[in-house]
């Protein structure tokens, strides 16, 4: 049975069902043969924030093609390597102080050949990484050095065909130190209880605790590259190796992690990427949304500064580096245009390798086999290595394979190191440095207009508005009250679709009710006579889909069906935050000139304007409301309470697309809450990172400062947290505010 507590939550309903009492008013007039005497109105909103993306990446790949054209030199070239590096840096959250790696030797492991030092340090302060080291028996040392970052296996180190790889590598002369990446291995960082399962498998992990480190500015990239990094410190303390003479190699996401490392880790002399996310996202045949990826292996932020993924790969030049890819690959690991995005970068770097007079220390290798670190590909990383670090020619046959039980294998004793050892989880590093952030933030604090002014800059808002176009498309009557049908443009290219409501009988100007509803604007019909009721107050009620929401979720793109066949809200945050510009942002900005829409029309009281948003789509409001002052008064229903709980949290149900880069290094939800203060802000039912309906003591302890700014206004009673029925909530806030 439908409540009205519906009206305000999740869900949907066709609107044909609930508009079928209609009396039509307004309509095109129809000719004797049934035709249309006006142009039929195209609704096809799914295209406009696909359209709209094209064009900015499209964009953004003619300004980093046009910065690459401008490299004619050596010295030139160099300079593009260090501001890449710089800049990668601060995008993915900056380099960690390097604290003691406090090594443990946990047992070795003897073969003919070579034997494996099984091995657990600290990457940061008690965030343990268990690793293998692989030392050659025969031949004169010091030996060449490889470390080998992995792929999103479950096994991590202990993946078959990455242990072939290290196997041989040091029946051949080198030494090589990997290591558990977060989420994999014996380093899974949500585990079942009870079991030495993950909750979410290693990309998965990557997401859950990558997302939050966003807020803080840093970046599952900074966890990754810190490890790899200090497992360089630790094999370069090695006697057994030559420092001269060091070289990376991974697979797939430990393919991505060596590239990230090609660029910021300038004690690498020699390096092979294999299978790796060597595609830019700004490619040549960019499909909507593109070639995104997990946690980190998107450069957020870097196309605003015309830094693709290839670049990566530029800063290392003129060292010797090999790509290696499969043709399976593409539409299935990676998007439809993989092969030629990894040739593309290929160009791209033999261009940049020629200004060094170095062409013959850039390679590309393909293999035809399915994703995986296949004998093609070992062979070829031998080859490299042999002839780059030890200049001689390498035995491209494999010995057969030393096979051992995970018991033997495994670092720790439990097979995890949480239950075996503790320490700090992601999660807990993550809630660590939001605590170190908090308390520098907080000695600072911010007046209302820095503050907006810095939620201007963190959400990337545009700098002035563009014509809005608006267009009412239709105009009905039903039981008193007229629905209009609306769009108009925040951008040139983004249409934002809508409903106006507002009682048949009004003469006089009106107070409106501007809803954002995380389910979308149809779902504003699923209780007409709520409607009514709302109507009968002479209250206009006005409710729209920002970018990718509701009518305006973006269409499937026109290729790739593996690749894409999960194509989502998280593709398209994930591509608007590699661009530098937030999805939540994006959809703020909807609303700003959503106001500028309800503010211009001649039935509408400007100072009367009030602004509800349930769910994710309460954020929206609520960043809306603290930068525009024409919003009279606020009620947000079920949205989280604060960010900092969120990052604290195991489980949590907001999405990457409400995440904007850095945001806890500025403020948190009750700080931007203080800056509506005195207008009236009601919390209805405010939620925990689960979803879960917090107690009113819960809430109120999160907001003790913001109920201070209003007491010191002398608004105390402005400031409201509601634990009680939804539309009920709803009903009191239209009468207390705005009526």
């Known amino acids: 049975m439908k409540t009205r507590r519906g009206f305000l939550q999740a869900g949907s309903l066709a609107l044909a069902a609930q508009l079928s009492d209609l009396s039509i008013q307004g309509q095109a007039a129809t000719q004797n043969d049934g035709r249309a005497s006006e142009p039929m109105v195209v609704r096809d909103y799914w295209n406009d924030f696909p359209n709209y993306l094209t064009s900015s990446i499209n964009q953004a790949r003619a300004r980093r093609k046009s910065d690459l054209s401008k490299i004619t030199t050596p010295q030139a070239a160099l300079e593009r390597a260090s501001f890449i590096r710089s800049n990668v840096w601060d995008l993915i959250g900056g380099p960690l102080e390097k604290t003691p790696l406090n090594v443990i030797s946990t047992g070795t492991i003897e073969r003919g050949a070579y034997r494996i030092e099984k091995l657990i340090f600290e990457s940061q302060p008690q965030f343990y990484v268990p690793a293998h080291l692989y030392i050659p028996k025969g031949g004169a040392g010091p030996f060449p050095g490889i470390i080998a970052p992995l792929g999103h296996t479950n096994e991590g180190k202990s993946f078959q065909s990455y242990q072939i790889l290290f196997q041989n590598l040091a029946r051949q002369g080198f030494v090589v130190l990997t290591w558990d990446p977060p989420s994999q291995g014996e380093r899974i960082q949500y585990l079942v209880p009870g079991t030495n399962r993950s909750k979410y498998g290693p990309t998965g992990e990557h997401d859950q605790f990558g997302w939050p480190a966003l807020l803080l500015g840093s970046?599952?990239?900074?966890?990754?590259?810190?490890?790899?990094?200090?497992?360089?410190?630790?094999?370069?303390?090695?006697?057994?190796?030559?420092?001269?003479?060091?070289?990376?190699?991974?697979?797939?996401?430990?393919?991505?992690?060596?590239?990230?490392?090609?660029?910021?880790?300038?004690?690498?002399?020699?390096?092979?990427?294999?299978?790796?996310?060597?595609?830019?996202?700004?490619?040549?045949?960019?499909?909507?949304?593109?070639?995104?990826?997990?946690?980190?292996?998107?450069?957020?932020?870097?196309?605003?500064?015309?830094?693709?993924?290839?670049?990566?790969?530029?800063?290392?030049?003129?060292?010797?580096?090999?790509?290696?890819?499969?043709?399976?690959?593409?539409?299935?690991?990676?998007?439809?245009?993989?092969?030629?995005?990894?040739?593309?970068?290929?160009?791209?770097?033999?261009?940049?390798?020629?200004?060094?007079?170095?062409?013959?220390?850039?390679?590309?290798?393909?293999?035809?086999?399915?994703?995986?670190?296949?004998?093609?590909?070992?062979?070829?990383?031998?080859?490299?290595?042999?002839?780059?670090?030890?200049?001689?020619?390498?035995?491209?046959?494999?010995?057969?394979?030393?096979?051992?039980?995970?018991?033997?294998?495994?670092?720790?004793?439990?097979?995890?190191?949480?239950?075996?050892?503790?320490?700090?989880?992601?999660?807990?590093?993550?809630?660590?440095?939001?605590?170190?952030?908090?308390?520098?933030?907080?000695?600072?604090?911010?007046?209302?207009?820095?503050?907006?002014?810095?939620?201007?800059?963190?959400?990337?808002?545009?700098?002035?508005?563009?014509?809005?176009?608006?267009?009412?498309?239709?105009?009905?009557?039903?039981?008193?009250?007229?629905?209009?049908?609306?769009?108009?443009?925040?951008?040139?290219?983004?249409?934002?679709?809508?409903?106006?409501?507002?009682?048949?009988?009004?003469?006089?100007?009106?107070?409106?009710?501007?809803?954002?509803?995380?389910?979308?604007?149809?779902?504003?019909?699923?209780?007409?006579?709520?409607?009514?009721?709302?109507?009968?107050?002479?209250?206009?009620?006005?409710?729209?889909?920002?970018?990718?929401?509701?009518?305006?979720?973006?269409?499937?793109?026109?290729?790739?069906?593996?690749?894409?066949?999960?194509?989502?809200?998280?593709?398209?945050?994930?591509?608007?935050?590699?661009?530098?510009?937030?999805?939540?942002g994006q959809r703020v900005w909807d609303v700003l000139c959503c106001l500028n829409y309800v503010a211009a029309r001649p039935d509408v009281d400007q100072s009367r304007i009030g602004l509800f948003g349930n769910g994710a789509s309460g954020l929206e409001a609520l960043f809306s409301a603290a930068l525009d002052n024409r919003v009279k008064a606020v009620l947000l229903e079920r949205t989280l309470t604060d960010f900092a709980a969120l990052v604290a949290a195991d489980d949590y149900t907001l999405g990457v697309d409400s995440v904007a880069f850095g945001f806890l290094k500025h403020f948190d939800l009750p700080e931007i809450s203080s800056a509506i203060a005195p207008r009236p802000l009601w919390l209805s039912n405010p939620v925990d990172p689960a979803g879960i309906s917090l107690a009113l003591s819960n809430s109120a302890d999160r907001y003790v400062d913001t109920k201070k700014t209003y007491a010191a206004l002398q608004r105390a009673d402005h400031f409201q947290i509601k634990i009680q029925e939804s539309d009920q909530v709803f009903k009191n806030w239209l009468q207390a505010a705005l009526v």
């Open 219 to 584: 970046s599952t990239t900074q966890f990754e590259v810190c490890d790899g990094m200090r497992a360089l410190d630790y094999l370069l303390s090695r006697k057994e190796v030559d420092s001269t003479h060091i070289g990376c190699c991974g697979h797939s996401g430990g393919g991505t992690q060596t590239m990230y490392l090609c660029a910021l880790e300038p004690r690498i002399h020699a390096a092979v990427v294999v299978e790796g996310h060597t595609e830019n996202l700004a490619g040549a045949n960019y499909e909507p949304p593109g070639a995104y990826a997990d946690a980190e292996q998107n450069i957020i932020g870097g196309l605003k500064l015309g830094i693709d993924r290839g670049d990566l790969l530029a800063a290392f030049a003129p060292n010797p580096l090999l790509i290696c890819f499969t043709h399976m690959d593409v539409g299935a690991t990676y998007s439809p245009h993989y092969e030629h995005g990894t040739r593309e970068i290929y160009q791209e770097l033999k261009d940049v390798y020629s200004l060094h007079h170095a062409t013959e220390k850039v390679g590309l290798s393909a293999s035809n086999l399915p994703h995986d670190y296949d004998f093609f590909h070992r062979r070829a990383t031998y080859e490299w290595f042999n002839k780059w670090l030890k200049k001689g020619q390498a035995n491209s046959s494999e010995a057969d394979f030393d096979e051992s039980p995970d018991s033997d294998l495994n670092c720790t004793s439990t097979g995890q190191i949480i239950t075996s050892l503790g320490g700090r989880t992601a999660v807990r590093v993550n809630a660590d440095r939001l605590r170190t952030i908090q308390s520098s933030r907080n000695s600072n604090g911010q007046k209302n207009e820095k503050l907006r002014q810095t939620l201007r800059e963190v959400l990337a808002l545009p700098s002035s508005t563009s014509a809005m176009r608006a267009t009412v498309l239709s105009s009905n009557t039903s039981r008193g009250v007229v629905i209009e049908e609306f769009e108009f443009h925040s951008e040139p290219a983004i249409r934002v679709p809508g409903w106006f409501l507002k009682p048949s009988a009004a003469t006089a100007k009106l107070p409106v009710a501007v809803l954002l509803l995380n389910a979308g604007k149809n779902r504003l019909f699923d209780d007409f006579s709520l409607l009514g009721e709302i109507t009968s107050q002479n209250v206009a009620v006005c409710a729209i889909d920002t970018r990718a929401m509701g009518q305006a979720t973006p269409r499937l793109p026109n290729s790739g069906p593996l690749f894409y066949s999960h194509a989502e809200r998280m593709a398209y945050a994930l591509v608007s935050l590699s661009s530098g510009a937030p999805l939540i």
